[in-house]
């Protein structure tokens, strides 16, 4: 054993900047694992400025001035999160609360129609199989429902904290942004000056991550706003919270698509029932995702490596089980950024250099 761990040893971590690499990778693992709750603002706000980053840098190369962008997409960005939180969000908040009122009516037409499933199949379908089902998923609408009902005083300190977020949110921002060289170039200065290894794998996670990162945002802005039109031109409820959903939903390929038809599926049906108008919402639904998949993703992210769906599905099963939403969010990058490392990572000290194009 001790033969093969030296063998190893040999074989990747004979150079010194591998070593130093992989400390870097498991510390900062463990950093954020430890304390990615309590930074949570400030990991957004890395996270928001390296998207806005973006845009900077093409007004830049427009011949727009540096502190002139910055000002320009900062305030954008403001605008952009006073609309969410005054806007959208109590929209969003009142069909939750909406919903969770009519839950009720609702199971009951669901009951009326999986008792007329055992009778249409007998051999198939089972009254004690429909009333297990029910008596499930009843009781998991209560507990949300009775979370939404009592989200009230005992919710406040929540609440304050959410907004002492929202302030910190926007200045960590535009200092991230304005002072982005000074904060990469005291990064830099802890590492070694040769790091051939290092600038390789930065590059071509820089230029990856940020065009996927970029392209989701986008996409879900694009995605979640059609649909918003679509849902309300055709009179659907809860168009908000439904629309809001089908955005996020991309951020999950192959699964989020699946989750989210049975919501938009299940509010279309309990309002219109079985008709033409549920049979055009459906298909609507159905065009907007055809486009998504087809047209929207191919343009946004064709500097993207394609990564198999089974590492994707893994990486999100993974990373969302470690950091939740966020973790959900990175799974792609995050397999990108492995992937670039296990490609750059030196065997038997050698390695191959010639870094990538930077976004």
Request: glycine share 8%; net charge neutral.
């Amino acid at each position: 054993m001790i033969k093969i761990l030296r063998g190893l040893a040999h074989k990747y971590f004979s150079d010194e900047e591998a070593v130093i690499l992989f400390l870097i990778l498991v510390l900062g693992t463990v950093f954020i694992i430890l304390f990615g709750a309590m930074l949570a603002p400030a990991i957004a706000a890395v996270i928001v400025a390296f998207i806005l980053q973006g845009l900077v840098t093409k007004l830049n190369r427009v011949g727009v001035p540096e502190v002139v962008s910055i000002i320009g997409v900062f305030l954008v960005f403001l605008g952009l999160l006073i609309g969410f939180l005054f806007g959208l969000l109590p929209l969003i908040w009142g069909q939750v609360t909406s919903l969770a009122g009519e839950a009720p009516r609702i199971f009951r037409e669901l009951q009326t129609y999986l008792e007329l499933l055992p009778q249409q199949y007998p051999t198939l379908i089972s009254m004690e199989g429909i009333n297990t089902i029910y008596n499930q998923v009843t009781t998991e609408a209560g507990r949300i429902t009775q979370w939404l009902v009592s989200f009230s005083l005992e919710s406040i300190p929540d609440v304050v904290a959410l907004l002492i977020y929202m302030v910190l949110l926007p200045i960590l921002v535009f200092f991230f942004l304005k002072d982005r060289k000074v904060l990469l170039g005291s990064i830099a200065r802890l590492l070694p000056p040769q790091r051939p290894m290092m600038v390789k794998i930065w590059n071509e996670v820089n230029l990856q991550c940020a065009n996927y990162v970029r392209g989701k945002a986008v996409e879900i802005l694009i995605v979640g706003g059609v649909t918003y039109v679509a849902f309300k031109f055709l009179g659907v409820p809860y168009a908000a919270l439904l629309s809001l959903m089908v955005g996020l939903s991309v951020v999950i390929p192959y699964i989020g698509a699946a989750v989210v038809t049975i919501p938009v599926a299940m509010i279309a049906l309990f309002a219109f029932g079985w008709g033409s108008q549920f049979i055009w919402v459906m298909v609507i639904y159905g065009i907007i995702q055809a486009l998504d998949g087809n047209v929207l993703v191919p343009l946004l992210f064709s500097e993207v490596n394609n990564l198999h769906p089974v590492a994707i599905i893994i990486a999100v099963l993974f990373f969302g089980g470690i950091w939740g939403l966020w973790g959900v969010f990175f799974a792609i990058p995050l397999a990108t950024m492995l992937k670039a490392v296990f490609a750059a990572w030196p065997v038997n000290g050698h390695q191959t250099t010639g870094p990538t194009e930077q976004a």
